[in-house]
């Protein structure tokens, strides 16, 4: 295999192996802490601007089996991983990692020191990163001045990079609902979950006017994840406020819930490392009850900001983190964390049964 190598922009550099398409790459360096689901997460379009590094030490060892994807493509930038199996079953698989990556154009370096890594990023906070495939020590100085002016992901709008182009449309074998959902970057099983439950999804581009959606007449919307910083997604937080002022009732998951806690008058703030992984512990301050989470996400609420008629429901119980808000008198709540799972477990699930609950409610109103 052909030598690469990690540059953050403080400096730091680590070596590696090249997997995948042979290139560069770059952006935030995340890593998640998951012990299985890398097809999910490497199609998960939160993920734009990213190189993704799991720490669970065998990465590919079932392969690619297309009924895991989270969107038609890989969104990463770059995968790092400390060991890349190269020998993987599975019943259904059809390709492996390697090839998938090189396929798709991603770089991928493995034989790296992940734990290192995840250590440091957890000390110093989230960093830029650029993957240089191949890698030659005499480029080093040249690479870590690359390396220092890349740009922060604050400054980037990439729901442009995953939104649809236009309204797509998921039909239920049986129709109960319909719901409008404002796409920033998706992930399929919250389409799923959805049209499983009965409703007919209209999928909008990020931007959609207000008006066009109350055109739909739908019985609810829903705001989804998304990659990048939701301060800079205020033409998308203006249409969400003038849809919860009609009433209509509103679940957001992930990004959704940061840009429906910035349309209902809160700030967010970018955390230190982020949450990233399926084991994260989120406490229902309503019923005390504690679930175990999937989660990825970089920015997060800030609860002094919110204003008295919003409430927190569910905090974070590593850092106290805004996990829920509901409104205390619009039908309107929100989960930063990801209730439809893939990968991670399904404690959350019932939420989009209360999502259904809510909208039966508002039309017996």
């Known amino acids: 295999m052909t030598k690469g190598a990690l540059i953050l922009e403080d400096g730091t550099v680590v070596e590696g192996e090249s997997f995948g398409a042979l290139k560069d790459a770059e952006g935030e360096v995340v890593f998640n802490t998951s ?72 770089p991928g370096l493995q ?16 960093m830029n990163g650029l993957l240089k495939l191949p890698y030659e020590a005499k480029e080093l100085e040249d690479l870590k001045e690359r390396a220092r002016k890349l740009k922060s992901i604050s400054e980037m709008d990439l729901i442009e990079l995953v939104t649809v182009k236009k309204p797509v449309i998921h039909e239920p074998e049986q129709l109960k609902k319909t719901v409008v959902l404002i796409d920033c970057g998706t992930k399929m099983s919250i389409v799923k979950s959805l049209v499983d439950r009965g409703c007919k999804v209209i999928r909008v581009p990020a931007g959609t006017d207000a008006k066009e959606i109350l055109g ?9 994840n998304g990659p990048g910083d939701p301060e800079r997604a205020g033409y998308i937080v203006k249409n969400i406020k003038r849809v919860i002022d009609s009433q209509l009732p509103t679940f957001g998951i992930c990004f959704g819930n940061q840009l429906v806690g910035r349309a209902l008058g809160g700030d967010t703030y970018k955390l230190k490392f982020g949450h990233r ?24 609420l800030d609860a002094d900001s919110l204003p008295s008629e919003v409430e927190v429901t569910h905090i974070n119980l590593n850092d106290k983190s805004v996990e829920g808000i509901s409104h205390k008198s619009l039908p309107v709540y929100t989960v930063q964390y990801h209730p439809e799972a893939h990968p991670g477990p399904w404690d959350s699930e019932y939420l989009f049964d209360e999502f259904i609950g809510m909208m039966q409610d508002a039309k017996k109103d």
């Not at 229902?284 to 997060?300: M, P």
Request: with cysteine; hydrophobic share 30%.
């Open 111 to 126: 034989g790296v020191d992940t734990r290192f890594l995840t250590r440091k990023i957890r000390t110093a906070g989230v």
């Open 216 to 224: 739909y007449e739908p019985d609810g919307m829903m705001v989804s």
């Open 35 to 106: 012990m299985a689901g890398y097809q999910e997460c490497l199609t998960d379009p939160s993920y734009r601007y990213q190189i993704l590094m799991p720490t669970y030490p065998l990465i590919g060892n079932y392969g690619v089996t297309p009924e895991r994807f989270e969107s038609d493509k890989i969104q990463v930038d770059g995968f790092i991983v400390r060991e890349l199996c190269e020998k993987p079953s599975h019943g259904r698989i059809i390709k492996k990692l390697d090839a998938w990556l090189e396929e798709e154009g991603i």
């Open 277 to 300: 992984g399926g084991n994260q512990p989120v406490k229902e301050l309503k019923t005390k009850r504690v679930h175990v989470t999937s989660q990825n996400h970089g920015f997060a």
